[in-house]
């Protein structure tokens, strides 16, 4: 069985070696998951999130890498059950000028400038919080989200708290900022999207993830990437 998996450039969770190979936390979740139930071979799609769930639904590939989980989204696409519970966070230059640490404190500075990706759940997050169409500014990936942080284009990159450790991490220049977690404790929720008629393989990938997730070698591999206990825990069955 052949198996055609959609992602972006988005480290830790997915993108493209310097060899060329597609690598991450989730692409290696997948790779385990399908092997697991039979799947003898598996093709790397590489897209932009905003195609994601236009291509899934129209049967341009089988399955995408994980995404946060919306009702919207889940109107297109049938989602798995969720792998991970990941906050948002924002990527700033070292020090922090603005002193930017929540989407608030953006929206209460008119001379701040957020970045944000095309189609991701931040934009309307953002904007809910008060943030203004002239303070955002869309890219169509990370990479160049970044580049225009170190250029001092934005002031800020949201993402991923998770995502955003691992590029401060590796860039001295830059820093992560985590949000504060939500009064009620609850963490976003994501999970692997499918084409809503692809019932067999939804129902195999569900079984084994609900085998798999919270095990000590799926630990061990997603701590190799940055994810914590804190962002594995709530979905553990």
Same mark, same amino acid.
């Given at each position: 069985?052949?198996?055609?998996?959609?992602?972006?450039?988005?480290?830790?969770?997915?993108?493209?070696?310097?060899?060329?190979?597609?690598?991450?936390?989730?692409?290696?979740?997948?790779?385990?998951?399908?092997?697991?139930?039979?799947?003898?071979?598996?093709?790397?799609?590489?897209?932009?999130?905003?195609?994601?769930?236009?291509?899934?639904?129209?049967?341009?590939?089988?399955?995408?890498?994980?995404?946060?989980?919306?009702?919207?989204?889940?109107?297109?696409?049938?989602?798995?059950?969720?792998?991970?519970?990941?906050?948002?966070? #924002?990527?700033? =230059?070292?020090?922090?000028?603005? +002193? $930017?640490?929540?989407?608030?404190?953006? %929206?209460?500075? !008119?001379? /701040?400038?957020?970045?944000?990706?095309?189609?991701?759940?931040?934009?309307?997050?953002?904007?809910?919080?008060?943030?203004?169409?002239?303070?955002?500014?869309? #890219?169509?990936? =990370?990479?160049?989200?970044?580049? +225009? $942080?170190?250029?001092?284009?934005?002031? %800020?990159?949201? !993402?991923? /708290?998770?995502?955003?450790?691992?590029?401060?991490?590796?860039?001295?220049?830059?820093?992560?900022?985590?949000?504060?977690?939500?009064?009620?404790?609850?963490?976003?929720?994501?999970?692997?999207?499918?084409?809503?008629?692809?019932?067999?393989?939804?129902?195999?990938?569900?079984?084994?993830?609900?085998?798999?997730?919270?095990?000590?070698?799926?630990?061990?591999?997603?701590?190799?990437?940055?994810?914590?206990?804190?962002?594995?825990?709530?979905?553990?069955?």
């Amino acid at each position: 069985m052949k198996i055609r998996i959609a992602y972006i450039e988005e480290p830790p969770f997915y993108w493209t070696a310097a060899d060329g190979s597609t690598t991450g936390a989730d692409i290696e979740l997948a790779e385990v998951v399908l092997r697991a139930i039979g799947v003898s071979s598996i093709e790397y799609q590489k897209t932009s999130f905003d195609e994601f769930l236009p291509g899934v639904a129209g049967q341009s590939w089988d399955m995408n890498v994980p995404i946060f989980i919306t009702p919207g989204r889940a109107k297109l696409a049938t989602f798995s059950v969720p792998v991970w519970a990941i906050g948002d966070g #924002f990527l700033v =230059q070292h020090g922090n000028p603005k +002193a $930017l640490v929540s989407y608030e404190s953006v %929206a209460s500075r !008119s001379d /701040a400038r957020i970045a944000l990706i095309a189609g991701q759940v931040q934009i309307d997050t953002a904007k809910s919080a008060g943030v203004t169409d002239s303070q955002i500014v869309i #890219f169509k990936d =990370q990479p160049t989200a970044v580049d +225009a $942080l170190l250029a001092g284009k934005v002031d %800020a990159y949201a !993402s991923t /708290a998770v995502g955003n450790r691992v590029i401060a991490g590796a860039n001295e220049k830059l820093e992560a900022v985590a949000h504060e977690t939500r009064k009620d404790g609850r963490l976003p929720l994501g999970g692997f999207s499918f084409n809503k008629s692809n019932h067999d393989l939804i129902r195999a990938v569900n079984e084994q993830l609900r085998k798999y997730i919270g095990s000590p070698d799926h630990r061990a591999r997603m701590a190799k990437y940055g994810l914590v206990e804190a962002e594995i825990d709530p979905v553990v069955g």
